[in-house]
Structure formats: structure tokens, C-alpha cells
């Protein structure tokens, strides 16, 4: 089954403007990270945050983590056309570190 | 150059053909593991492997076999391929001490199967 849920399932917006996407999952995790994929390739590992941070930010990315909503937050600043990619979240728990991915958000950034 | 690769990148064969897809990683990572793609279901994990020898099944590993008999390779191997196999599928590896064994996963470029 499904650990992540995410939300929107599809998000268009102009260049320049934030774009926010959220996730949910229903256990305890260690880790929940958020990967990027464009069209048909491979995903790419964007920002981790561990189950004891409450914020992270890397260049114009920004990840939140509210454990006690079991939900995460991936904000993109300043978007560019090159953003569009589907955004996944993938949460990590359990002994064997299993890796349970989302559903995925579809980002569109007009130009 | 660190990478997933994995071969082929697209399949088409029938019903029933035996078919292996290979994944290799040149990072010396222990944790490896497969993963398929189907349309708003994200990202299912099949098969996984903390180091050689050791696999594990993951959510959905019905009709999916593995071996990880070298740290680098970690093939899947479909026994008797049925349509409802049609998927993209992708390969994964990661730094694997216990502690922190899926911390970053690094992708193949997937494999996009066919199965008639």
C-alpha cells in the first residue's frame, strides 16, 4: 500500500511564483526524503530531513516535517521553467530502511 | 562517472518469455533495489538488497525474482512475464550501514517493458 500521499496531484504556475506541494504518510518514519523526476527518466534525489528536524532549506528548495501531522511540505522559491518534473515524497521507516514512495505531484512552471 | 545503469532501457517480448533485467552500479553502494511505475500509483518497491547475498521482498514481488551474488549487480528476473508486468521499471542503489541504508538512493534511467 501507499505510505505518501500527495498533494496536488498536478500544480501549473508562471515563472517566478512559489510553488508548494505537501505529503502525508500514517507511520513513524526516519527519514522522509523528496526526490524530482522528468518525463520518463530516472528520479533524482533533491533533500532529506530526519525525523528529529522540524526545517530544511537547500539553494531555492525548502522542506518542513510536522511528525505530529505526519505530513511534509516541499516548497520550490522562485521557480524557472526547468522546475516542470514530477515531485515525489518518499518516506523511510522500519529496521530494513524500506523506502515508500508517494503518488507524486506534476509540476508545470510557465514560461 | 558514479551511475546506475540498467539494460535493456526498453523490452517488448510475450507472454511467458523469461527475461532478465540488469542493473549495475560502479559506487561499491550495499543497498540496492527495484522499483516499478505504473501511472498514479508512484513508485512500488519489488525486491531489495541490503548487501550480497541478502534480498528481501518489498511490496509487491509476486512474478519478480532476484540474486545478489556481487555488490554491484543486482539483476530482476521475470520467470513467466504476464501483461499486468507492463511497467517502467527502475533500479536503485544507496551507501548501506545499517544505521542509515536508504539515506540517498540513486536512480537508474529505467527500463520501460512491454509484456504482449
Known amino acids: 500500500s501507499q505510505q505518501g500521499e500527495e498533494d496536488p496531484q498536478a500544480l501549473s504556475i508562471q515563472e517566478g511564483e512559489n510553488a508548494t506541494m505537501n505529503c502525508s504518510y500514517k507511520t513513524s518514519i526516519n527519514n522522509l526524503q523528496w526526490y524530482r523526476q522528468n518525463s520518463g527518466r530516472g528520479l533524482v534525489h533533491l533533500i532529506l530531513?530526519?525525523?528529529?528536524?522540524r526545517e530544511k532549506h537547500s539553494g531555492r528548495l525548502r522542506v518542513t516535517l510536522d511528525t505530529s501531522k505526519k505530513s511534509s511540505s516541499l516548497l520550490i522559491t522562485a521557480s524557472r521553467a526547468a522546475d516542470t518534473a514530477s515531485y515525489f515524497c518518499a518516506s523511510v521507516s522500519g529496521s530494513a530502511r524500506q523506502l515508500t514512495f508517494g503518488s507524486g505531484t506534476q509540476l508545470t512552471v510557465l514560461p | 562517472e558514479a551511475q546506475v545503469t540498467q539494460n535493456p532501457r526498453y523490452l517488448i517480448t510475450v507472454t511467458g518469455k523469461k527475461l532478465t533485467v540488469t542493473c549495475s552500479q560502479n559506487?561499491?553502494?550495499?543497498?540496492m533495489s527495484w522499483y516499478r511505475q505504473d501511472p498514479g500509483l508512484g513508485l512500488r518497491q519489488i525486491y531489495y538488497?541490503?548487501?550480497?547475498?541478502?534480498?528481501d521482498k518489498g511490496d509487491v514481488p509476486e512474478g519478480y525474482k532476484v540474486s545478489r551474488k556481487e555488490k554491484r549487480n543486482f539483476p530482476l528476473i521475470l520467470e513467466s512475464p504476464s501483461p499486468n508486468q507492463t511497467s517502467l521499471y527502475f533500479c536503485?542503489?544507496?551507501?548501506?550501514?545499517?544505521?542509515?541504508?536508504?539515506?540517498?538512493?540513486?536512480f537508474g534511467p529505467g527500463t520501460r517493458l512491454t509484456v504482449l
Open positions: 559506487m561499491n553502494h550495499e543497498y
Open positions: 538488497s541490503m548487501n550480497v547475498e541478502v534480498t
Open positions: 536503485a542503489s544507496s551507501w548501506g550501514s545499517r544505521a542509515h541504508s536508504t539515506d540517498t538512493q540513486y
Open positions: 530531513i530526519r525525523s528529529n528536524e
